[in-house]
């Protein structure tokens, strides 16, 4: 039986109060990183990664010194683009939509095993030129640190093309970033990842339009 007054909280153990404190850490080191650059475009897709730093800049830099930016396409799910645009809703960030055209582009279309790579060639060539013409200083991306030990051939595009990724840089992982999103009430803290649909399409098989769309309902349904 619990004693009058005791807590029903579970103490936090050592190794969770350290994760918290990296974490924290880390964020203020974001923080920092953000200030100095003055103003920043993103590239958002309303996942857990680019959500996290939307909400990170719209608290930091003054009014008109951050972009979301989404490129829609066929393998951009409609369900993520009604939350990317909830959120950014909820927090009174602005929201900047563009085409892409990647799968008019037979490299992606072949889907070969570096299909990334031409998607993001795509995104960050129409991107880069955007910040440049409304004066932003930095592009950067939602990649972090855990990102970088797995295949990801869109991050060698957007290093061409000076992107950057302050997250992997400041050494975020997933789960650190899931517990910040969290304490800033983020409903995308607990949110599965989501790659894009042409992610569910084997090495090989060409992505068409028919194809994706076909991916789409059938998610939906389930």
Known sequence: MRAAGMSNTTPASPADADHRAAAVARELRLVAWMRECGSILLGYSGGVDSSYLAAVARATLPAGCFLAVIGRSA??????????????????????????QELDDPRYAENPVNR??????????????????RGFAVVCDGTNA???AGH????????????????????FTKSEIRLLSADRGLPTSSQPSSPCLSSRIPYGTPVTPHRLHAIERAEAAL
């Not at 393998?75 to 950014?88: M, N, R, T, V």
């Not at 869109?154 to 093309?161: F, K, P, V």
């Open 116 to 133: 990334c790579y031409f998607c993001k060639s795509e995104l960050w060539g129409r991107l880069v030129p955007l910040a440049r013409e």
């Open 152 to 171: 990801r051939p869109g991050a060698a595009a957007a290093a061409q093309l000076g992107v950057v990724s302050p997250l992997a840089a400041l050494g």
């Open 146 to 148: 855990d990102d970088l």
């Open 75 to 100: 393998s951009y799910p409609e369900e993520q683009w009604i939350a990317a645009h909830h959120l950014a809703r909820q927090l009174d960030f602005p929201v900047f939509e563009l085409s892409t």
